[in-house]
């Protein structure tokens, strides 16, 4: 299975209220981040056979962008899995229950992510949260999209799409090719 793990656009400023804070939804910059990658994904011709997210509305909104952009037509299913208080015990069975899918892309938020992904490389048993001050193995900003080779073993980490990487390859694909030409 091609795993790939998508952390969630920008969405501003963290709420106070955790109540409000599950409404959050993307800002110009996060919707901006998300047509940039699935633009620079239509080009590596990359499409997903199923689309999973979180239930809060920043990521189901970049789980929407992304999958509209590159084609994606069918429902994107929201999983607690993928919640910010979910455990890498839950991240596994809904990655067991999607096993039978070749490209799966998962939307959430970090540090579950971060910490998910690096269980998945390191085949660790438990994905203990990360001590203060110490530096994930992966580093995922808003808006990184990592793949990853997953079957039964360890996965093994393909490629990382870092939201500057994506700024960079979207800016070049777009110029024109031809250089402008004065007329005097």
């Not at 870092?162 to 007329?183: E, G, H, L, N, Q």
Request: proline letters at 7%.
């Amino acid at each position: 299975m091609n795993l790939f793990i998508l952390r969630h656009a920008s969405a501003g400023v963290r709420r106070a209220n955790p109540l409000l804070d599950r409404k959050r939804p993307l800002d110009k910059e996060g919707k901006r981040q998300c047509l940039q990658l699935a633009e620079v994904l239509n080009h590596m011709k990359v499409s997903f056979d199923l689309i999973v997210s979180s239930p809060l509305k920043r990521c189901m909104q970049t789980a929407s962008f992304v999958g509209t952009e590159t084609g994606y037509e069918a429902k994107i299913l929201p999983s607690a899995a993928l919640a910010p208080e979910a455990s890498l015990p839950q991240f596994q069975n809904l990655l067991s229950e999607c096993s039978s899918y070749e490209n799966l892309l998962v939307v959430g938020h970090n540090p579950n992510l971060t910490a998910f992904l690096a269980a998945l490389i390191a085949q660790t048993p438990t994905a203990a949260p990360l001590q203060a001050g110490s530096r994930p193995p992966v580093r995922l900003r808003k808006g990184s999209l990592a793949r990853l080779s997953y079957s039964r073993g360890p996965a093994t980490l393909q490629w990382l799409l870092d939201p500057r990487t994506v700024r960079a390859v979207y800016a070049t694909s777009t110029t024109k090719s031809r250089s402008k030409t004065s007329r005097k």
